[in-house]
């Protein structure tokens, strides 16, 4: 298909699309404040059908001991509780405080929101917005992979990135009603439209919404990347910011400001079947064309002759019989393929020339773990082949685009590799890789509150290496992917793999030699070696969302410390409310298991691949991560 004709399809979208589920969003525009109306109708409903009428005291009495000594009050109730008001300033002041004595919980910083000067002056760098639909059904590590592929995708267009200006939080750690005092709370299946929560108790279909600021230090990512929430987008143009829909898509007509126009790439254009999409297939002629004007000579002496044409020959038909019906092939078994062509089949060199004279090219992108990609970590840079006609460059297609604003349809997140394309040269994979480790990352209140738990589990190991293990209960239950079906099972088998780390530990500790992960601009951290390993006997720290009373009592009483046994009141004060979000706990959890000196964790969960990464960045060494 022609560029113009793609931009012909484009041009007059559809109703706004929720991913790709279905929604009763999808033919009606609501505007932010008709849909709260409704969540607050929905909140009156609940409290009556489970709290009754006339108990406006019940959140105050049901307020467990431990956060009635930190969170601030008035307790909103029933009624107001439900619609979820705002936090505010009159919030902070709690009971038994004085002017001489510090609130309990300090206020959360406001959404750090740029001014609309400040908007103007960072659009005018680009050539304007990128946008997409996210889908804010997910939670927050997948959320963040989408986030990172946007950012490639933006910034390979000169475009300023346009994020939702919240996400939304899954679970509160002390009832629905507490956290719905702080923040908003909504039903999970009206704010995204989704049906996969409907047959859930009616506890278990709420969200909160959490402010972007909250999960991500934006004015770190700021520094280095055009950014901007949807919030700041309709400020700057002058429209009201209760049109920021609930599900994270962005409405083609809501969203346009007088003379705007906008550009639609199709979910079925993103990457269509039998197509790579990479990020520039022009820099991929450009940089081989560097590379064979400078080693034309050098190598001409080592070279066998060559096939004479893509598509002819034994070895165009063996590289077809061993790609089969996949887009791409992994490398090693293109040394399989070419060892009756070339001299050396570890002479990366003389097999990528090779394969480009056959009509086939080397592409950059990330290992997954167990042959699956639900880590999206890049930290194990790999190599793959494909075709050269089967390659659609980003860059080279959407360059051009003249419109105000470029929209993803859909979702393009899952199945695919780190930054929802493949890379044609090192460069390119190293620039998205650098962007993930070094421009992404948790809050200064989360970082902070992570290194004194790392702190507190040295001082429990009497300053040996502590180790550190996720257990993903919860819906990885219910859906089958759990690593065992039962909590015992599960938590034995963390234990095992934690027992094998405390050798390899052991080890690196004698042979005081350290590596890094292949990561751009990381050095070792040398500290490592500072402390001793651990001992038998030693507990560990275990990130999990189990929340089950027996279950949380099993795993205490075999060794494992939770979060909630490693911060204190006094935290929690200097944190604010957030933390009684699940989800944001989770932050907090997933930056400790960064810091652990060795980490266990299962393949299929996110949370992994964002640990990796988090651990990556501080100079870990591979060999103290293990992800089966």
Same mark, same amino acid.
Not at 230 to 246: A, C, I, P, Q
Not at 351 to 356: A, D, H, R, S, V
């Given at each position: 298909?022609?560029?113009?004709?793609?931009?012909?399809?484009?041009?007059?979208?559809?109703?706004?699309?929720?991913?790709?589920?279905?929604?009763?969003?999808?033919?009606?525009?609501?505007?932010?404040?008709?849909?709260?109306?409704?969540?607050?109708?929905?909140?009156?409903?609940?409290?009556?059908?489970?709290?009754?009428?006339?108990?406006?005291?019940?959140?105050?009495?049901?307020?467990?001991?431990?956060?009635?000594?930190?969170?601030?009050?008035?307790?909103?109730?029933?009624?107001?509780?439900?619609?979820?008001?705002?936090?505010?300033?009159?919030?902070?002041?709690?009971?038994?405080?004085?002017?001489?004595?510090?609130?309990?919980?300090?206020?959360?910083?406001?959404?750090?929101?740029?001014?609309?000067?400040?908007?103007?002056?960072?659009?005018?760098?680009?050539?304007?917005?990128?946008?997409?639909? =996210?889908?804010?059904?997910?939670?927050?590590?997948?959320?963040?992979?989408?986030?990172?592929?946007?950012?490639?995708?933006?910034?390979?267009?000169?475009?300023?990135?346009?994020?939702?200006?919240?996400?939304?939080?899954?679970?509160?750690?002390?009832?629905?009603?507490?956290?719905?005092?702080?923040?908003?709370?909504?039903?999970?299946?009206?704010?995204?439209?989704?049906?996969?929560?409907?047959?859930?108790?009616?506890?278990?279909?709420?969200?909160?919404?959490?402010?972007?600021?909250?999960?991500?230090?934006?004015?770190?990512?700021?520094?280095?990347?055009?950014?901007?929430?949807?919030?700041?987008?309709?400020?700057?143009?002058?429209?009201?910011?209760?049109?920021?829909?609930?599900?994270?898509?962005?409405?083609?007509?809501?969203?346009?400001?007088?003379?705007?126009?906008?550009?639609?790439?199709?979910?079925?254009?993103?990457?269509?079947?039998?197509?790579?999409?990479?990020?520039?297939?022009?820099?991929?002629?450009?940089?081989?064309?560097?590379?064979?004007?400078?080693?034309?000579?050098?190598?001409?002496?080592?070279?066998?002759?060559?096939?004479?044409?893509?598509?002819?020959?034994?070895?165009?038909?063996?590289?077809?019989?061993?790609?089969?019906?996949?887009?791409?092939?992994?490398?090693?078994?293109?040394?399989?393929?070419?060892?009756?062509?070339?001299?050396?089949?570890?002479?990366?060199?003389?097999?990528?020339?090779?394969?480009?004279?056959?009509?086939?090219?080397?592409?950059?992108?990330?290992?997954?773990?167990?042959?699956?990609?639900?880590?999206?970590?890049?930290?194990?840079?790999?190599?793959?082949?494909?075709?050269?006609?089967?390659?659609?460059?980003?860059?080279?297609? =959407?360059?051009?685009?003249?419109?105000?604003?470029?929209?993803?349809?859909?979702?393009?997140?899952?199945?695919?590799?780190?930054?929802?394309?493949?890379?044609?040269?090192?460069?390119?994979?190293?620039?998205?890789?650098?962007?993930?480790?070094?421009?992404?990352?948790?809050?200064?209140?989360?970082?902070?509150?992570?290194?004194?738990?790392?702190?507190?589990?040295?001082?429990?190991?009497?300053?040996?290496?502590?180790?550190?293990?996720?257990?993903?209960?919860?819906?990885?239950?219910?859906?089958?992917?759990?690593?065992?079906?039962?909590?015992?099972?599960?938590?034995?088998?963390?234990?095992?793999?934690?027992?094998?780390?405390?050798?390899?530990?052991?080890?690196?500790?004698?042979?005081?030699?350290?590596?890094?992960?292949?990561?751009?601009?990381?050095?070792?951290?040398?500290?490592?070696?500072?402390?001793?390993?651990?001992?038998?006997?030693?507990?560990?720290?275990?990130?999990?969302?189990?929340?089950?009373?027996?279950?949380?009592?099993?795993?205490?009483?075999?060794?494992?410390?939770?979060?909630?046994?490693?911060?204190?009141?006094?935290?929690?004060?200097?944190?604010?409310?957030?933390?009684?979000?699940?989800?944001?706990?989770?932050?907090?959890?997933?930056?400790?298991?960064?810091?652990? =000196?060795?980490?266990?964790?299962?393949?299929?969960?996110?949370?992994?691949?964002?640990?990796?990464?988090?651990?990556?960045?501080?100079?870990?060494?591979?060999?103290?991560?293990?992800?089966?």
């Amino acid at each position: 298909m022609s560029f113009r004709a793609l931009r012909s399809r484009s041009s007059s979208p559809s109703p706004i699309p929720l991913n790709t589920k279905p929604s009763r969003y999808s033919t009606t525009r609501r505007s932010y404040l008709s849909f709260f109306g409704t969540a607050a109708a929905a909140g009156v409903l609940f409290h009556l059908l489970f709290f009754g009428i006339g108990r406006s005291e019940f959140v105050q009495q049901q307020v467990p001991t431990a956060v009635r000594e930190w969170m601030p009050l008035p307790i909103k109730s029933g009624y107001e509780a439900c619609s979820a008001a705002p936090y505010t300033d009159d919030y902070a002041t709690t009971v038994g405080s004085s002017a001489s004595e510090p609130a309990l919980v300090p206020k959360i910083d406001d959404q750090e929101l740029l001014s609309v000067e400040e908007v103007g002056l960072l659009v005018s760098k680009t050539k304007g917005y990128l946008a997409r639909d =996210y889908s804010l059904g997910l939670g927050w590590n997948n959320m963040r992979y989408i986030i990172e592929s946007a950012l490639i995708q933006a910034t390979l267009l000169n475009r300023t990135l346009v994020l939702p200006s919240f996400v939304y939080a899954r679970s509160c750690e002390f009832g629905i009603d507490v956290c719905a005092s702080f923040t908003t709370m909504v039903n999970r299946g009206d704010a995204i439209g989704w049906g996969e929560w409907r047959d859930l108790p009616m506890e278990k279909q709420m969200g909160w919404r959490v402010p972007m600021s909250m999960m991500l230090d934006l004015p770190h990512l700021r520094s280095q990347y055009n950014v901007i929430l949807v919030d700041e987008y309709l400020r700057f143009h002058n429209m009201d910011t209760g049109k920021e829909w609930s599900n994270g898509a962005w409405h083609r007509n809501d969203y346009l400001a007088p003379n705007m126009t906008i550009f639609v790439v199709k979910n079925e254009e993103y990457d269509p079947e039998g197509m790579v999409r990479v990020d520039s297939r022009n820099a991929m002629f450009m940089a081989h064309k560097h590379h064979h004007d400078h080693s034309h000579e050098h190598n001409a002496a080592e070279r066998r002759t060559m096939p004479e044409a893509p598509g002819k020959g034994q070895f165009q038909n063996q590289l077809k019989a061993m790609l089969g019906d996949e887009l791409v092939m992994d490398w090693n078994k293109a040394q399989v393929a070419v060892a009756d062509f070339v001299n050396n089949t570890r002479n990366t060199e003389e097999i990528e020339e090779l394969l480009w004279a056959n009509g086939w090219a080397t592409l950059h992108t990330f290992s997954g773990a167990l042959g699956m990609d639900y880590l999206k970590s890049v930290v194990q840079p790999i190599r793959q082949l494909t075709p050269i006609n089967r390659i659609h460059g980003w860059l080279d297609e =959407y360059s051009s685009v003249t419109d105000d604003i470029l929209v993803i349809e859909g979702e393009i997140h899952l199945n695919r590799k780190p930054g929802g394309m493949r890379f044609t040269t090192i460069k390119g994979r190293d620039d998205f890789a650098r962007g993930v480790v070094w421009g992404l990352r948790p809050t200064q209140r989360v970082r902070d509150l992570a290194a004194k738990v790392h702190d507190r589990l040295l001082d429990r190991m009497d300053g040996r290496m502590w180790m550190a293990g996720h257990m993903r209960r919860g819906d990885f239950v219910t859906t089958g992917w759990a690593m065992e079906n039962t909590i015992e099972a599960h938590f034995q088998r963390i234990k095992g793999r934690l027992a094998m780390g405390r050798g390899v530990l052991e080890r690196i500790h004698r042979e005081r030699t350290l590596k890094t992960y292949d990561v751009p601009d990381v050095e070792v951290d040398e500290k490592q070696l500072l402390h001793n390993p651990p001992i038998p006997s030693d507990p560990f720290f275990l990130a999990t969302d189990e929340r089950s009373p027996e279950g949380l009592k099993h795993v205490r009483d075999h060794g494992a410390l939770l979060i909630s046994d490693l911060i204190t009141t006094e935290d929690r004060r200097e944190f604010g409310w957030g933390i009684m979000l699940t989800d944001v706990l989770a932050l907090v959890e997933q930056s400790v298991l960064a810091r652990s =000196y060795y980490f266990y964790a299962h393949a299929m969960s996110s949370v992994a691949g964002g640990a990796v990464n988090l651990r990556a960045v501080r100079g870990a060494d591979p060999r103290t991560a293990l992800v089966d």
